[in-house]
Antibody, heavy 116, light 108 residues
């Protein structure tokens, strides 16, 4: 079964850091680009970042550029999002999603709350 | 960046009725690289349509997508109870990927 499972969310103070993880199974992880997508409480979906299968290319939304870093470890079938200088408006459920241009497989999400 | 505008914001319909959801892009979407997702409360989004008109695996044929350029439509021919949800369109032809703000299909 193709599956993505996120972890690492939690409560953090403004200016703090958090590292999210996404464990992939059931498919050849290294063959796919991957995405992080977030959803603020009661709001819509926002693409955050993408990374190519070999990690050669990374892309970021303007809202997180310079603060977030996407990475992956194909040997561990894992995707990561290092989030620094967190702001209150980064509060959201963060999903990892497999990329085919569209996003055909999604994890269940992990919640990040930035609050003092 | 391409801005996607979905309408209406909320669609109130009864089971068995037809639903038509609109997604309009601020500029032409390359090669009809337009997807639709369904999201129910507390759940992750689920891919419904990609390439503007191709159904994702496991999606029933009452769901159909159409359109090109700047105007796209998701149609649900006869609403089943499990279809009441929020639907998002997303374009992936021009970086960055962008989503519409969503249309909620609610039971009337």
């Amino acid at each position: 079964e193709v599956q993505l499972v996120e972890s690492g969310g939690g409560l953090v103070k403004p200016g703090g850091s958090l590292r999210l993880s996404c464990a992939a199974s059931g498919f050849t992880f290294s063959s796919y680009s991957m995405n992080w997508v977030r959803q603020a409480p009661g709001k819509g979906l926002e693409w955050v970042s993408s990374i190519s299968g070999s990690s050669s290319y990374t892309y970021y939304a303007d809202s997180v550029k310079g603060r977030f870093t996407i990475s992956r470890d194909n040997a561990k079938n894992s995707l990561y999002l290092q989030m620094n200088s967190l702001r209150v408006d980064d509060t959201a459920v963060y999903y990892c999603a497999r990329d085919r241009g569209f996003m055909d497989v999604w994890g269940q999400g992990t919640t990040v709350t930035v609050s003092s | 960046e391409i801005v996607l505008t979905q309408s209406p914001g909320t669609l109130s319909l009864s089971p068995g009725e037809r639903a038509s959801l609109s997604c309009r892009a601020s500029q032409s979407v390359s090669s009809s690289f337009l997807a639709w997702y369904q999201q129910k409360p507390g759940q992750a989004p689920r891919l419904v349509i990609y390439g503007a008109s191709s159904r994702a695996t496991g999606i029933p044929d009452r769901f159909s997508g159409s359109g090109s350029g700047t105007d796209f439509t998701l149609t649900i021919s006869r609403l089943e109870p499990e279809d009441f949800a929020v639907y998002y369109c997303q374009q992936y032809g021009n970086p960055p990927k962008t989503f519409g703000q969503g249309t909620k299909v609610e039971i009337k």
